[in-house]
């Protein structure tokens, strides 16, 4: 398929989260183009979510799937052109790469503040801020809640038939979470039609949200409150949708052991903190 192209140009807006599969779809670009002999020219974009947020555990060898393929956190505070260099280098693709930087971007900058206008990148990431619900309920994949996928509310929303909105938005504003509240939300599914209750997320400030840590804690205080009525689904071939998203098991068995959310956070920090001094080398921008 390559024989007669020249040059492989990757122009992608990435969300910023590891599941997204576009700086996949990029990595796989730059394997082929790697083995034909071929160079690939990477059009940078901006991180909808900014360059500050990292957040998250490192995903582990064994679960490498097309929604993880290195070892990177959930929120990995990179561009795409960055994570090019990352793979490229640090995760040993070693292609012919040039990325070509944007002008006028620096760390700070979430979508808002670059003044662009939204075009979606897919269907349900439709708004500027859609990337920082995604980051937040997407990796709910797994277990046996809805984020309100199919309705105006997608990503938006943590559900469940069988939550008490109000309580679990009680006991979620009580922890002072960065960058977010919750309020109560109740909204029928569209397919049958029941009722699905629960909390809604509102960021407050999109720079101090943490996005993995928020859903860990929502998720542990669900766990706490409805110890019989949580779970995890199993995927194909007994393997857990979720572990797969998380790219670990450790999140998923310390929420079934019912550890609080502060201590499953502390544990991918020592991970987290070495990442980003491996990602330093690559950073486009200050």
């Known amino acids: 398929m390559l024989a007669r192209v020249d040059v492989l140009v990757v122009d992608l807006q990435d969300v910023g989260s590891r599941p997204y599969t576009y700086a996949s779809t990029m990595a796989m670009v730059m394997e ?25 555990p490192i995903l582990e060898p064994q679960f490498r799937s097309f929604i ?18 990352l793979y490229n280098d640090a995760f040993g693709i070693g292609a ?23 075009v979606n990148p897919s269907p349900g990431i439709t708004t500027e801020d859609a990337p920082f619900f995604y980051a937040a309920t997407g990796p709910l994949d797994g277990a046996n809640l809805w984020n309100g996928v199919g309705t105006a509310s997608r990503f938006q929303v943590v559900l469940a038939t069988w939550l008490d909105g109000a309580r679990l938005t009680e006991r979620l504003n009580q922890k002072n979470l960065p960058g977010v509240r919750f309020s109560p939300s109740a909204i029928p599914h569209p397919r049958t039609g029941r ?22 804690t929502i998720l542990a205080e669900i766990r706490r409150m409805y110890p019989d009525k949580f779970t995890f ?21 310390a929420l ?29 921008y200050r």
Do not use: C
Not at 195 to 216: E, K, M, N, S
Not at 233 to 253: C, M, N, P, Q, S
């Open 96 to 118: 012919k790469l040039t990325v070509i930087p944007m002008e006028g971007w620096t760390r700070t900058m979430t979508w808002a503040d670059t003044r662009l206008g939204w």
């Open 195 to 216: 009722i699905f209750r629960g909390v809604r997320l509102h960021i407050t400030d999109r720079l101090q949200f943490r996005p993995a840590t928020t859903t860990v």
């Open 32 to 56: 082929a183009a790697r083995e034909a002999g071929k160079p690939v020219v990477v059009l940078d974009r901006p991180n909808p979510l900014g360059g500050v947020i990292v957040d998250g």
């Open 68 to 85: 993880g393929l290195y070892p990177i956190p959930m929120v990995h505070g990179m561009t795409i052109g960055e994570l090019a260099r």
């Open 233 to 253: 689904h199993r995927a194909r071939r007994g393997r857990y949708l979720f572990d797969i998203v998380w790219g670990t098991k450790e999140v998923r068995l």
């Open 256 to 284: 079934s052991r019912g550890d609080p959310a502060e201590s499953i956070v502390a544990r991918w920090q020592p991970a987290l903190a070495k990442f980003q001094r491996r990602r330093e080398a690559y950073l486009l």
